[in-house]
Structures are given as C-alpha cells and as structure tokens.
C-alpha cells in the first residue's frame, strides 16, 4: 500500500463518518471564533435551543472590528461596537472562553492560538476566517469555514467537509540577503497565480521552509488562501517543538515529552504520491512587491508592470482594469514610485519577529515626511514584549506610532482605513479592490521592504540600504 501525505495522516484519523459518494464527518480539535462571523451562528444555536457541545474546545478573541486606539474607551463605531458586545454576550452565556479588549491575551486570533500554544501539530483547527491556514505552519489541517458552519461546529464538533487534493511545493536552497517568507509565498503566489492552488491543500517541503521560524513558517501556510489552496502545512521538527515548549496551554514536563514523541509521527512517508508537485530554487526569490489587484500580481522590487503582451490574452481585460484602479501603466518600472502610508501587522505579518525587523531596519533613521506609518502589534502578548524589548522606543525614535492590537489596517472593518486613491505598502495578505478602504491601493511586500519604504517614503530595494 503507498504511504501517506501528512495531510492524509491527520484527516483519516479525525474521519468520524465517511458518507457514502458524498463529504466525511470530521472532528474537529480546536474551534477559534471572532465577532464577525459568530454573531449569525450563535443566533442558530439559540434558535434550535442548542448549546455549544464543547466549550473547552472553543477560544474567542475580538479582532477585525476593533479599534487600534483607546481601545479601553467605548467603540466608536455602531456596527463594530455591536459585533463586540455580541461576542462578550454570547461567550458569556454558553461559557466559552473569551479573550476580549484588553485582555492580556486579546489579539488577532491566528496570532494569539500558537503564541498561547492552544495550536499544537496533528490537529483540525477551524475559524470562520480563510486565514485560520495560518496554523497549518505546525503541522496541523487548519482552514477556514463559512457561518453556517461555524454553527454546525459549535453544536456538534464535527464539519462535513470532502477531502481537498494534495499538492506539495518544495523550495530548496539558500535565501538571498533581504528576502524572508513574505518574499517566498509571494513570489510562489506570482508564479502559479492566485487560482494555482485551487481545490489543493498544499505542503511546503524543502530546505527553505526548514530554515524558517514559525513565524515565518506562519506567515508562508496564512497566504496559501491566496493562491486558492484550502490549506497549507508543514510537517512539524524541532523548531516547532522548541516554539511550542512552556507556553501557556501546551502540555508541561512528562506530558510534553510524549506530545512531542506522538508529534514526530507527523510526515510524509517517502513513498507518499501527490496529486500535483511544484519545484522552485530559493536562489530565484528576490524582495517582492504587488502591482495589482491580486495576490498573484507580483513582481520582484527592482522589476516592471507586466506589458499587456505578457499577459494571457483571456486575463487582459481584467489586468487592464486592475492597472487603472492601481494607477499604473504596463511596463511601469515601480521603483521610486511615491507612497502615502505604511502599514505593519495583520495575522500574515503582525508577529513580534516582524516588528524586530522593521525596529532593526529604521534604527537610527527617521521615516519619511510624505509617510503614515502604523505599526500594529498582533496581540497584546506582542504588543507586550515590543515594549519590554525596547522596540517601541526604536519605532517612536524614528516616527513610527505603535497601536494597540487588531486586525487594523489589513481590511476596512474598523477605522484604520487608508484613503481614496493613496498608496499603501502593506504587511498583510490581500489587495482586492478597496480591501483596507474605498479606493485605496495596495502594494503587499515584506516588513523589511514596508521599512525601506516608510524611511525614503518611497518604493525602494531595501538590500540598498
């Protein structure tokens, strides 16, 4: 019999029913909510006179709709304080975990699960957010569900979900100088296009994965959404035991030790057969940067626009369109182009290794005049230790104002949103059409080059510097 992918490992073992030519039953280990898509699934519970089946298997935290600012006074906004409120009132009333503004552990819930080590290697981990693949960078099968089957979780445990292809993208090499896991996903993203992984849930293998941290592994398995992948994973080593070791809720002292024992059973077999495999050289990858309206618009920094002749002739009116919206002409070369804000943070980059890159790179220099820069911690755990560390100085020194933590900036659901027709060179995931506001255009890149650009206020190589 062939061996098994990872990914197949850990679906059959959570395979409650398979239906006969139809989705399996799958357990699920862990549930994280927010207040955007739990407020309607609640409301379901109430209706059916159900209760959530296993609260300590549910975490919540508010994060899309909250402030970045006076988080300890009363939300501002109507809609985003009722989404709020909501959520305290429902987790009150069925006795699930909440983590709510100011907590020390409030945050964005794809930061906030792994630092409190709740997301651990082997488990189904749902959320009613695409980017739940963040947790994927452990070792687990995380994704993203809709409402209604945030409901079907709360009441049963169990999804029915059919099982995804397997893809593997293996990426072996050495990085250049300058370059970092934003940099990888985007230039794979840029390679097979924002509908390459569709219908697949991708393992990333291969020694520049390897010789990620977690929260670059994190950063690579969060974008896979984007490339249309249900998913991504990697398969867990010792970097990911060391992370995981004495934080809050992982397992302690002998029970570790054989979590990690069970843990180091999670790969795939050597004769394990892919539904598609993709090969890249790290040697290729250079700092990225997005010129469209897509996560797969990408180019190298130092690179041009795309002309209409190197675009596929059944996509050129949409690149048409997406060039119009973004300002820019094809062949456009996009260095020294002018930006308006900079934003770090999002559950892509909001992590406190990021925010020790950008305070490593801008030490000693100031941003530039023509830039806002919001600098936004994932949580209140990182908000926390850019403190204790001494980065907010670094960051204050150089003109950079540090919020407090939420998903800010990334998408225009609170009020930390980048005007009409500015530029923004963002840390985060997606830059769809007015995604971090009506009219705002939005070029992802890495924090390094999000501080390159925030100290000369304009589109730059951050190796030049």
């Known amino acids: 019999m062939a061996g098994k992918t990872l990914f197949d490992k850990i679906w059959d073992a959570h395979v409650v029913e398979q239906i006969e030519d139809g989705p399996s039953v799958v357990y699920i280990d862990q549930h994280l909510i927010h207040e955007v898509t739990s407020p309607q699934a609640f409301a379901g519970l109430d209706a059916r006179g159900l209760k959530v089946l296993r609260t300590n298997r549910t975490v919540a935290t508010p994060d899309h709709n909250v402030p970045t600012i006076d988080q300890d006074k009363p939300i501002r906004d109507d809609l985003s304080r009722f989404q709020v409120d909501k959520l305290t009132e429902n987790c009150e009333r069925h006795g699930v975990t909440l983590y709510g503004l100011n907590h020390p552990y409030q945050g964005i819930v794809h930061v906030v699960g792994p630092q409190l080590g709740i997301t651990q290697p082997g488990m189904t981990i749902v959320c009613g957010d695409s980017h739940t693949s963040t947790h994927g960078a452990f070792g687990s099968v995380a994704f993203g569900i809709g409402t209604s089957e945030v409901e079907m979780v709360l009441a049963t445990q ?14 072996d090499g050495e990085l250049g100088p300058g370059v970092g896991a934003k940099d990888i996903i985007l230039y794979i993203i840029a390679q097979i296009t924002a509908s390459g992984g569709t219908g697949y849930f991708v393992e990333y293998a291969g020694s520049a994965f390897r010789n990620l941290t977690m929260e670059g592994r994190m950063t690579v398995c969060n974008m896979s959404i984007e490339m249309g992948a249900r998913g991504g994973l990697i398969a867990p080593d010792e970097t990911t035991f060391e992370y995981i070791r004495g934080r809050e809720f992982a397992p302690k002292g002998a029970d570790f030790d054989a979590a990690v024992a069970k843990w180091r059973e999670l790969y795939t077999d050597a004769d394990a057969v892919f539904d598609a495999e993709l090969h890249f050289d790290a040697a290729d990858i250079e700092p990225m940067i997005t010129y469209g309206t897509n996560p797969g618009m990408g180019v190298k920094v130092t690179g041009n626009v795309p002309n209409l002749s190197d675009i596929e002739e059944s996509g050129r009116t949409s690149f048409s369109k997406s060039l119009e919206y973004m300002g820019l002409v094809p062949g456009e070369l996009l260095l020294g182009k002018q930006v308006d804000y900079v934003f770090v943070g999002s559950c892509t980059n909001g992590r406190i290794e990021d925010l020790r890159a950008v305070a490593q790179f801008v030490k000693g220099k100031k941003k530039a005049d023509n830039i806002t820069a919001w600098i936004v911690p994932g949580s209140k755990q990182v908000e926390k230790q850019a403190q204790e560390e001494g980065l907010v100085a670094i960051l204050e020194e150089a003109g950079f104002m540090l919020r407090q933590p939420g998903c800010s900036a990334c998408l225009a659901m609170n009020e930390d949103k980048i005007p009409k027709g500015k530029y923004a060179v963002s840390t985060s995931n997606r830059n769809f059409e007015g995604r971090q506001g009506p ?14 650009v925030a100290v000369t206020g304009k589109i730059v190589d951050p190796r030049d510097l």
């Open 439 to 452: 009219g705002a255009r939005t070029m992802l890149a890495s924090p390094i080059t999000a501080a390159a």
């Open 158 to 171: 169990c999804l029915m979900q059919s099982k995804a292809k397997r893809m593997r993208i293996t990426v």
